[in-house]
């Protein structure tokens, strides 16, 4: 008695890691592209488990894997196949928005697939899924090629829409396969292999399949009794004097059902039917062995020839859609955010903005070396707050927070990080408060808070605490090599001295924040050449040219030594009074001047985290000119050594545009000004002479300048000056008459 053959449709497994792949995928390669991508998938031996209430056999269904290692075909190739696994070669097509998705020509989609399923894993692959034609039908129909496997004739389609907000990905499935009409029936029921066969025949087969890389072989009976084996391109000549009823085609099938074989089968019989004329066969559908009885099947196949059918005449429809949860034709949907991590989410959850930015925007933003860059912010209050989140923002990962002072009542309006029961009890310590505000918010941060008092020169220090300064300044010095940039964030000058001296002596990108009621400065620090080089000579501003000298400090336009500034004042003097937003602009901008220099072409973070330039980050060159750099002034050098710059050409900044020196801020006017001042010979903080006697006599040096800031001034040449400046003066011969007459 014939049956009609009925075959089992796969169905696809997506584990989740192939959605954190595509993930990948999408935000660093596909971006807003939808051409197709070469994609590889598996499957195994059917199988059934015994439940263990009824001791009833319950098969495992028909299913395709696909895993986080499926991108990895190269578009030539993909895994081979093995004795109980095989693999094989598909396109995915991620469409852009849901609306793409859903309105997508699904019927032709996957007959462009089915009529030329292999021509997008070999090295001519082009990215488009229509345009070519008959490929399976070629392979099924002209039996020209040598080497044609079981691989070949099956192959799938996934079309995605991955919603990277909510982490939901919609998708459908499709598994091309010819529609032959009229179809093979089967002789007969589905039996059992060790039923089907005889000992001989079935120990031959066992071993065969155990070596085999083969997903289909055929077989046939040799004299003397015994099975011989070929691959599936050879059936012509192979079978070529075989009787109907000798020749047998043994294939890995990844279905379980008693009387219906896999999906892969049905690709394979058009392939003997339209190549190589086969009508009657006898099928093995070889499932798993791990018990005696074993789930193979066997039977033998006939089909009822038509006109035209074996000779190949017209090309048949393409089915294969797989069936949502409904059991209906239409895509499904995996909703990862319950099954993941609440911090693997947030992980990549936090750089979706900047990740886009590359789409259309900006391709050349370097991403790494924002979030390996190490920064060390020297305040945890108003500024330290602003600039910790913004440096989140931009993925920066390692953040260190110093602050000597707790959260005051006053503190949590201005200062984001803060809340009110921080504030109770006399107050959190705000570095540590700070950091564990930040690691509330996202808790992959590295965020550190370290109570710290700085020492500040014109502040002299009780013998009874001297031991106590010096560990805090060995703990500063260690702070500031470990990190890559520092900001300066303190609420008076004085406290900024210290933590310059050392920058500029380990050649540390600093940048300064500093607030009046309604303006704000941000500056980098212009870096010294190493020790063994000779000291820059100052160099004329030229107006509407790049400057070319050495870039100065927070100190350079000083003519006097940082010193106590802090005693005796008044309670608006004791607090930062200013308008409440300019904190929240001053520090946005020093960040994103930060990346800047990150971003230009002569900055760079290496794996190690350790900032390395071919030339320092404040004083980037002109890509086209060994020494210029990014600020133009457009005015003549003023007394000061400083001038007002506008905007060069692009080409002079970083990819994020400008890297000036300073910026100034007037909100009062609403306008901001690029400065560009030179750094000075006689500076108290950066000149050659302080870092020199720092680096000689170290805390010694320190502790001087901390009991008298004059000391600074002695060492620096501004004594100098001062003495000078006044024997001209004594020298000038004053017109005492004109002076009467005026």
Known sequence: MSLPLQFAPFSSSISPDFWHALTTLKLNVLKLSDDPVPVSASFTRGRTVKDRKTGEEVGLGCTLELDGNA???????????????????????????????????????????????????????????????????????????????????????????????????????????????????????????????????????????????????????????????????????????????????????????????????????????????????????????????????????SLKVGDGTVAGAT????????????????????????????TRLADQAVDLNLQLMRWRIMPSLDLDKVSKTKVLLLGAGTLGCYVARTLMAWGVRKITLVDSSTVSFSNPVRQPLFEFEDSLGGGKPKAQAAAAALKRIYPGVDATGITLSIPMPGHPIVPSLI??????????????????????????????????????????????????????????????????????????????????????????????????????????????????????????????????????????VPSSSTLSLSAPPTEILHPNRSSAHSDVPITSSSATGTSQTTAPDPSLGSPLGLVPHQIRGFLAQFHNMKITGQASDLCTACSRKIIDAYEKDGFEMLVQAFEDAKYLEKISGLSKMYEESEEMMESVDWDEEDDEAM
């Open 315 to 342: 090309k048949p429809g393409v089915v294969g859609w797989e069936k949502n949860d409904k059991g209906k034709l239409g895509p499904r949907m995996a909703d990862l955010a319950p099954l993941m991590d609440p």
């Open 467 to 604: 031991e106590q300064a010096k560990k805090d300044v060995k703990q500063l010095e260690d702070l500031i090599e470990e990190h890559d940039a520092v900001y300066l964030l303190m609420d008076s000058r004085e406290s900024r001295w210290l933590p310059t001296v050392i920058g500029a002596s380990k050649r540390k990108l600093v940048m300064t924040v500093a607030l009046g009621f309604d303006t704000f400065l941000v500056m980098r620090h212009g870096i010294p050449p190493p020790a063994s080089e000779e000291p820059k000579k100052p160099v004329p501003v030229v107006p509407g040219t790049p400057y070319e000298g050495q870039l100065g400090c927070y100190y350079c336009n000083d003519i006097v030594a940082p010193r106590d500034s802090l005693t005796d004042r008044t309670l608006d003097q004791m607090c930062t009074v200013t308008r409440p937003g300019i904190a929240s602009i001053a520090s946005s901008t020093a960040v994103e001047l930060m990346v800047s220099i990150l971003q230009h072409p002569n900055g760079s």
């Open 71 to 301: 991108f990895e075909a190269d578009g030539s190739s993909t895994k081979a196949s093995t004795s109980d696994r095989v693999h094989l070669r598909g396109i995915l097509r991620n469409f852009n928005t849901i609306e793409d998705f859903k309105s997508a020509d699904k019927t032709s989609l996957l007959d462009s697939v089915g009529s030329d399923v292999r021509s997008p894993f070999f090295p001519s692959f082009q990215p488009a899924l229509t345009g070519q034609r008959a490929q399976i039908w070629k392979l099924a129909s002209s039996g020209d090629s040598p080497s044609t496997t079981g691989e070949d004739l099956n192959s799938f389609l996934v079309l995605t829409f991955a919603d990277l907000k909510k982490y939901r990905y919609w998708y459908w499935c499709g598994f091309p396969a010819l529609l032959q009409k009229p179809g093979w029936e089967s002789e007969g029921e589905w039996r059992g292999l060790e039923e089907g066969l005889d000992q001989k025949e079935a120990e031959a087969i066992h071993a065969h399949q155990a070596e085999t890389k083969e997903f289909v072989s055929l077989a046939r009976p040799v004299d003397g009794g015994g099975i011989e084996f070929a691959p599936l391109s050879s059936a012509s000549t192979f079978f070529g004097n075989t009787p109907p009823a000798s020749r047998t085609l043994i294939f890995l099938d990844p279905s379980s059902h008693s009387s219906a074989p896999g999906w892969p089968l049905r690709n394979v019989l058009s392939y003997l039917t339209l190549s190589h004329s086969i009508s009657t066969i006898r099928i093995i559908a070889y499932r798993d062995t791990s018990d005696e009885k074993g789930k193979s099947r066997v039977a033998t196949l």
